[in-house]
């Protein structure tokens, strides 16, 4: 399942965060950080996989 998430992550990194935990602080933080530019949120996500 993480091998998706990752892939999901590389297209649409707050749908990955969100499957990984949710609506929540970690989803908005990196909506708001892939609306600034992609790269901040794809950092992101990779970094919320990763932990969670």
Known sequence: MDIIRIIIAIFLPPLA?????????HFWINLVLTLLGWLPGVIHAFYVIGKY
Not at 17 to 25: R, S
């Open 17 to 25: 965060v969100l499957t990984q935990v949710g609506l929540g602080k």
